[in-house]
């Protein structure tokens, strides 16, 4: 199969799914699931030590293959070889510090790390250690020479690991594994590192505005595309603080420093505290144009003096607009980049994209990502398309695809943009 085109294909992809001996290797199971039920071919090769875990017999009736760790099993169809060479996708899960360090090193001494070491497909590693193992020189030092190999490792989720310890080091949840493998499979520079170190701001989600203490004026933002972008600038290497408005319950993107708000007012607040030391402010969150110009202290109540048939309304702040003044002023960076959203349905006379075009003229940011909106279009939607926008005229197109996708489209193009 052509990997490059596979994420687009009909066929079904034959995916490897490694599982190696730590207590995360429960979510393997939900891994699994997550191929299988797109259609996907899967294939489970676990280490010995992923089996006192999770047993055999599990991955096999989830796969509906045969399971196997050894490299002695099923000598006659050379399976150390051929399963790594068939390979579309090669996803291990959790991918312990011992089992990463053997890798690196280019050992084959188990089914597992035969099967990466003769592949030439995506191999992608999500690890799973205690903070102490994954921050260790030689963990780090092995990460490195996984990645300069071409192996992608994800960077692990922050979170309670075994016992009562937290931090870094937490396996991600299945979903967004899955995710971010099939993203590195339609592009394997997605996680490229050239975000390394900087510091990215990025909001996400819709905005809340009470009328009163049980309604409130909102729209249809799920957050998804935002925390895209938040999974992705985390993978490049970026330290990602993310403003979240009203999301669905969503799983927190590795390594984000989550900084939660519900009104227009306070998302301002946040993005221009964090904005004054950030690299890059991408305003993905749908805000509110409008809130309710009064807000009763109490419910209001149907046949009271509260007339509940006109709500007067008063215009939110701008945000966008707030942080390119801000950075014409000098309380933001002058080379920070600052790129914007535009959720637009076009009329009779005018296209999305028209006035995608009108809005980065008006608002004066870096790049603008405008997305064609309506009914089952992009709120709440797992995919997107749309079109990325320069000052200057020059329009990138962003093809149908999963918002991790997008997410890293847009992500090149702020890394290519001066």
Not at 160 to 172: K, M
Not at 203 to 208: E, F, I, L, N, R
Not at 312 to 330: K, Y
């Amino acid at each position: 199969m052509n990997v490059a085109s596979a994420e687009e294909s009909t066929q079904p992809l034959r995916v490897v799914i490694g599982v190696g001996g730590g207590i995360a290797a429960y979510k393997a199971a939900h891994l699994v699931r997550y191929f299988t039920e797109q259609g996907h071919q899967v294939r489970v090769i676990p280490t010995r030590s992923a089996l006192n875990f999770v047993g055999a017999a599990t991955f096999e009736a989830l796969s509906g293959q045969p399971v196997a760790t050894e490299v002695f099993d099923a000598v006659d169809e050379v399976q150390h070889v051929r399963l790594g060479q068939e390979a579309d996708l090669i996803v291990v899960a959790p991918a312990t510090a011992d089992l990463m360090a053997r890798i690196a090193h280019g050992r084959a001494d188990d089914l597992l790390t035969a099967s990466c070491l003769v592949a030439t497909c995506p191999v992608v590693l999500a690890p799973a250690m205690h903070t102490e193992m994954w921050e260790n020189p030689a963990t780090v030092d092995n990460v490195a020479t996984l990645r300069r190999h071409g192996i992608t490792v994800l960077e692990p989720a922050h979170g309670r690991l075994t016992g009562t310890d937290s931090g870094p080091g937490r396996l991600p949840e299945p979903e967004q594994i899955g995710q971010l493998a099939l993203t590195v499979l339609g592009d394997r520079t997605a996680f490229s590192r050239d975000l390394e170190g900087k510091r990215v701001v990025i909001s996400a989600g819709g905005t809340h505005e009470p009328l009163d203490p049980v309604r409130y004026l909102g729209n249809a933002s799920s957050g998804r595309q935002g925390y895209a972008l938040a999974e992705v600038a985390a993978q490049r290497g970026a330290r990602v603080t993310l403003v979240v408005g009203v999301t669905e319950n969503l799983p927190t993107p590795c390594g984000a420093e989550v900084v939660r708000v519900k009104t227009a007012r306070q998302m301002q607040a946040a993005v221009m505290e964090h904005a004054r030391t950030a690299d890059v402010v991408v305003m993905a969150a749908a805000v509110a144009d409008y809130r309710p110009a009064e807000v009763a202290e109490s419910k209001m109540k149907k046949g009271s003096d509260a007339d509940l048939t006109t709500v007067h309304l008063t215009e939110n702040p701008d945000i966008l607009a707030g942080v390119v003044e801000a950075r014409s002023r000098g309380d933001v960076a002058s080379t920070t980049k600052i790129v914007g959203f535009a959720a637009e349905t076009g009329d009779a006379e005018s296209t999305p994209l028209d006035f995608a075009r009108k809005k980065l003229e008006k608002k004066g940011c870096d790049l603008l990502m405008c997305n064609a909106v309506g009914e089952g279009k992009v709120f709440g939607q797992p995919d997107s398309a749309g079109w990325i926008l320069r000052p200057g005229g020059e329009v990138i197109e962003v093809p149908q695809g999963p918002k991790t996708r997008v997410a890293a489209a847009i992500w090149k193009a702020v890394c290519e943009t001066n």
